[in-house]
């Protein structure tokens, strides 16, 4: 879970309210994190600086650039420079893919490389149910957990989920930022992903299904809408993908014979 009160995650910061008196206000730090693979510098990412080492592993890994996520030797972190460094042991290149970039529609200018189709073809997911209950338990508990959006606003919070409950929340200025610590929790801890659910508070974009469907997660809910690409996408690999979701009320655009609807609708 995130902590609002840790160190260097937030700044208090003084202005005016509309009524012209002062006001001092918690605001989220962030700051660029370079992420190596082996001697070879890959990208810098704005984040708020938590879990480098998730990020830097769950981003190579849904970039497709650890084709063998076994042969991972480790993460090392430079807090000084603000540097990650992810070893494998065998060396690899990514020349080709370093020159040919996607600028997404991530808040905090996500960027994929190479081909961002590159790997879904042929790939269906699991056919994991959804339980409308869950949904709705879901929804209740990541919204009343303590975190840097309730501190401070201004991020957004991604949470791996089994059934109704939460298992892994991240918070960061980028939704996919926040994706990739969770696939890189997922990584370091070899969980399996066929009967999750991933819990997302930003868009449901092509970025964020592919992402998903990396991971091997079957299932993709977000309080936030959709884009017709992300739904494509979710319908080709057999991912159930739930947006607009608000108290009891949501709309599925993909997966929908996958939904099981075991809960009463009040009002």
Known sequence: MPDPKAAGLTRQITGRDQTGASVA????????????????EIVTAMTIGDHPEYLALGFLRNQGMLPDVGDVLG?????????????????TTFEEKLKKKTRTSGCAVGTVFGDMMEGLAGLELPKSEVRTSWLYALAHQINTLPSLYLEAGAI?????CQGDTPLVYMEDVGR???????????????CDPSDKILYTTGRLTSEMVIKCATMGIPALVSRSGFTAWGVDIAQQVGLTLVGRMRGQRFTCLAGEDRLIR?????G
């Open 176 to 190: 996919h930022n926040a994706v990739d610590k969770v696939a890189g929790w997922m990584l370091a801890h070899d």
């Open 75 to 91: 993460v090392d972190f430079d807090e000084e420079v603000q540097v990650a460094v992810v070893r494998t042991g065998a060396q």
């Open 156 to 160: 957004h919070g991604t949470v791996l």
């Open 262 to 266: 075991d809960a009463e609708v009040r």
């Open 25 to 40: 206000i918690a605001v989220v730090e962030e700051r660029p994190l370079t992420i190596y693979l082996n001697s070879q």
